[in-house]
């Protein structure tokens, strides 16, 4: 089984018990969760939670409520990003304010909330086990909603002086810490010790944040069939991705106002978008990106050497790289 | 100490738990929720459900971090109801998405998530009791987020076919499965058996809708500075009250077209707030609703005759009148 066949196996699994979940009324909440989730997805965070249980040597099969949990949360996320940030698509559909209007679109992701709670709960292992893990998610979930506070905030202001370490601030927390997260708890559940589950949880940090990379790129030079979004999409947000860092600091005087010219319209002109992406690319910061992604990636590797060889952590291993090679 | 005292008390307290929880940075994201703690509020529901727990013959000092969660769920609802209600007050002063804009005030709302789940595991009693309280609560998180789901669907598709039994239904999810989650999560702390523990749930459920009408009156016929909101605002809102409903049912032909007109067009007119106004309090719906509220409160108040009299029970009294009272 390569990457995607595991994924998608281990991604039925989640389904299974994410379906027993969700309510199926009333439809004005939950069918349009169910409509979010019938849109695939690739449980990835779920599958590097599982992982990390039996990396340790746990029974993955007995946290699935937690990696359900954790893929309720990314449902959640999903559903009020793309209200924030003015999206038209979500995996090659109109994002769900488009259809359902801002209100209930704001409500069926506030909807999650008890569902992720009511997840946890259904945890099969003694009361201590459900709320330390509790404590492991809660603490990531409040960091990844302070990392998109700090970045919409950028947008709100309109500010164009984010340097790398702002950047990578505020990408840790947003994407970095609900992966390391997965980790962390898997490898808790799993009954890893301290330097164990300390190794997981930097390791699903680092792959985390060369995912969110890998996706800004994808949204630059992607295909959109494959994507799901529209490609250049960032671009109409305006996001400052480490690509648009990296060429405001390299670009001339000319091509660095007019990129932030563009990205500040909130433009869905496609010719503007095309000029903004022709901009990054011609300072290659696609290929800049493309190498911190990579380092990240083998950094992230680096700290597994640490864990027992088996199947699980080298199919972490093989996921980290699948991170980054992905066109999905 | 009179219901207003007690509930300055006690609110102090919940106040300080409250401020243990929520962190001082990010702003971007704190800054705007500490911002609607300090508007105010009167810590209602924290007041109930520690009383609820002292009714049974608990210490409910001990459940405060249970108090503070469920203040907290209560803010989260406020920052996304108002969005979703496009109110311009809150408590005196714009609401958050005004200032800040919608998506920080999404954003800011989703920071009080995983507030929540760590307020509860603040609790320092036996894990068993942590998520005991946490199923209490999560349940009555899904059922008023579904109230809500079914109300905003009303707007979004603007029916006004809604009967009573629909509006009963409606605000026994959003507004009285919350109080009535209260009572029974802090009987259940502080030691009450089933029997009391239902009876507490049923009064905190038919308090919760009494106290909704009592709302839905005060937004039509109280003082805007005790009120806090704009009067008149639930019509800009086109809310579907008790009101409305008998209303449009009583109504000639002519002043029910005028009441579902202005209702559909989601004014900000004075003067066709007013005549909408005028509408409701000829048919006298404003009297009705306040007889509807006067018998919840009565048949809430005679469900607790099975508990022990003591100074908790007899405050929850005391307070159920309170609800229906209160001007503010």
Known sequence: MNASEYLAAKGKEVNEEIEKIIPKTPEEVYGIIWDYLNRGGKRLRPAISMLSCDAVGGDSRKT???????????????LHDDIEDNSDMRRGKPTAHRIYGIPMAIN???????????????????????????????DAFGVVLEGQGIELNWYKENRFDINEKDYFEMVSGKTGALIGACCNVGAFLGGGNEKQRKSLREFGEKIGIAFQIQDDILNIIGEEKKYGKEIGGDISEGKRTLMVIYALKKATKEDKERLIQILSERTKDQGKINEAIGILKKYNSHEYARKHAEKLINDAKEKLKTLPKNEASERLLELADFFIKREV
């Open 108 to 138: 069926a992701g506030d909807g999650l909330f008890p569902l992720v709670f009511k997840a946890t709960l259904r945890l099969e292992m003694p009361p201590e086990k459900i709320v330390g893990a509790q404590k492991i998610l809660s």
């Open 64 to 78: 699935l409520p937690i990696a359900a949990a954790i893929e309720l949360f990314h449902l959640y996320t999903l």
